[in-house]
Antibody
Framework: QVQLVESGGGVVQPGKSVRLSCVAS????????MHWVRQAPGKGLEWVGY????????YYADSVRGRFTMSRDNSKNTLYLFMKDLKPEDTAVYYC??????????????WGQGTLVTASS | SYDLTQPPSVSVSPGQTARITCAGD??????VSWFQQKPGQSPVLVIY???KRPSGIPERFSGSNSGNTATLTISGAQAMDEADYYC??????????FGGGTKLTVL
């Protein structure tokens, strides 16, 4: 069965950086686009961005473009989100999600359990 | 920017039909997904491409999408269906847009 396991969250000082990881199993990772979605405490879902199956194209939300960078290592079945210059408003649970197709976007078929990032001094 | 509008809350009695709407400009021309999120859990896809139901999702969940409104219908709502529901579509720049979410209460 499809499994997506995020890690790397924690308390990070504003202005600092952190890298999240999402390890995938149960499907051919290298064949599918992947997304990051976040959810601030008590708030709704906010899309962060997505990356094609081969990492060639990436799309970001306006709110994170220039500060966040997605990448993937298909040999390790792992998706990454590098977040720099963190702001308090970046505090959220970060989910990775699998798209149904390789180049996307189509639909977010499966989601991980999420990892909490808290940007606070 | 593209916006999707959902009612903050919907309430029904067990066994009744719950309808959750999602409004957006020419939304009927877009592919809409619906996600269910229970407290403390990750979102789960319940409807994709407007009307399709993933395997494992009960038949009581259905979707429609026309004009400026997409609708998630839960026929014969059960207590286990209590959750937040989010609609989602793609804007013209391949960015995902989520509605604000609707809290469904079944009691």
């Amino acid at each position: 069965q499809v499994q997506l396991v995020e890690s790397g969250g924690g308390v990070v000082q504003p202005g600092k950086s952190v890298r999240l990881s999402c390890v995938a199993s149960g499907f051919t990772f290298r064949a599918f686009a992947m997304h990051w979605v976040r959810q601030a405490p008590g708030k709704g879902l906010e899309w962060v961005g997505y990356i094609w199956y081969d990492g060639y194209n990436k799309y970001y939300a306006d709110s994170v473009r220039g500060r966040f960078t997605m990448s993937r290592d298909n040999s390790k079945n792992t998706l990454y989100l590098f977040m720099k210059d963190l702001k308090p408003e970046d505090t959220a649970v970060y989910y990775c999600a699998k798209d149904a197709v390789g180049e996307g976007p189509d639909y977010l078929e499966y989601w991980g359990q999420g990892t909490l990032v808290t940007a606070s001094s | 920017s593209y916006d999707l509008t959902q009612p903050p809350s919907v309430s029904v009695s067990p066994g009744q039909t719950a309808r959750i709407t999602c409004a957006g400009d020419k939304l009927g021309d877009k592919s809409v997904s619906w996600f269910q999120q229970k407290p403390g859990q990750s979102p789960v896809l319940v409807i994709y491409r407007g009307i399709k139901r993933p395997s494992g999702i009960p038949e009581r969940f259905s979707g429609s999408n026309s004009g400026n409104t997409a609708t998630l219908t839960i026929s014969g709502a059960q207590a286990m269906d209590e959750a937040d529901y989010y609609c989602q579509a793609w804007d013209s720049f391949s960015a995902a847009v989520f509605g604000g979410g609707t809290k469904l209460t079944v009691l």
